[in-house]
């Protein structure tokens, strides 16, 4: 479980319960095809996350004086060969349980998916690291946010429209906030091993500041998505505001171990955020 990452996978599931609600409205929910890409999602987020402890052990990013939760891996609970053989099982079933996903909704899915899954490896590991190049919320932006959400419109609709990928903003940027709260917490420890994330390479004030911007242009996208012809009712995930004035004001306040709590909230917003969102655009 601590290898999983559990408090982490809104950030997966909640893209899917988005795009899939929005599939509804359009009048093309289909049960099944939202169910395998929820398991796909999910089983791709928790893949990188193996794949992370991996690499971020062998690159010594995970030691002692780490200041978040506990990485299996390097503190001997899990050995580096299970954790390979677990990965490469994990890999394995969903490109399986993918390849329905395809057989349903064409060859763009199938790119997609292994798009997916080739930087679910590429995140931490390779000779170029993305998680340690400082492009790493570009890409959870990406894959997280417009592929996620896009994605499970897709395999439903097997069509797609600017306003999904605008609604797909939204989680988005709230998965990056989670990554910018950890790399905040983890800047010392970090350039120590050379891993140059975009705080340690910006530092922590420039990084807080992207964190409140971040957030503003995330409540703004559905007032901007109610304009393109959705239900106005989208606007009550506004309703998760006073948690995002909470969590800015924690982290400033914040610093060390303390960011933990961040973390934890900012994922919290993430999901009440977008289940108001998701079920706000289905009252018509």
């Not at 894959?143 to 419109?153: C, D, M, Q, S, W």
Request: proline share 5%; net charge positive; charged share 10%.
């Amino acid at each position: 479980m601590l290898a999983i990452r559990p408090k982490t996978l809104p950030a997966g599931a909640v893209p899917v319960l988005l795009g899939s609600s929005l599939a509804a409205v359009d009048g093309h929910f289909v049960l099944i095809s939202t169910l395998v890409a929820l398991i796909c999602v999910l089983g791709i987020q928790v893949a990188t996350n193996f794949i992370n402890e991996i690499y971020d052990f062998r690159k010594g990013a995970d030691t002692a004086e780490r200041l978040g939760p506990t990485r299996t891996v390097a503190a001997g609970l899990i050995s580096e060969k299970t954790m390979i053989k677990v990965s490469a099982l994990l890999v394995g079933a969903v490109f399986l349980l993918g390849l329905y996903l395809v057989y349903t909704s064409g060859w763009p899915i199938f790119l997609l998916g292994l798009l997916s899954l080739i930087f679910a490896w590429a995140y931490t590991g390779g000779p170029y690291p993305i998680a340690y190049s400082g492009l790493g919320d570009l890409f959870v932006f990406i894959f997280f946010g417009l592929v996620a959400v896009g994605g499970t419109y897709y395999v439903q609709a097997h069509t797609l429209s600017p306003p999904v990928l605008l609604a797909a903003v939204a989680p988005g940027l709230f998965s990056v906030n989670i990554l910018l709260v950890n790399n905040i917490r983890d800047i010392a420890t970090d350039r120590t091993v050379g891993k140059m994330t975009l705080p340690a390479r910006i530092g922590a004030s420039r990084a807080r500041q992207l964190y409140v911007i971040l957030t503003v242009i995330a409540f703004l996208v559905p007032v901007l998505f109610s304009m393109s012809g959705y239900s106005p009712w989208g606007m009550l995930s506004l309703l998760s505001s006073p948690l995002a004035f909470t969590m800015i004001r924690q982290l400033y306040a914040s610093e060390g171990r303390e960011l933990n709590n961040v973390l934890a909230g900012t994922g919290k917003l993430l999901t009440l955020h977008g289940i108001l969102f998701s079920f706000g655009l289905l009252i018509q």
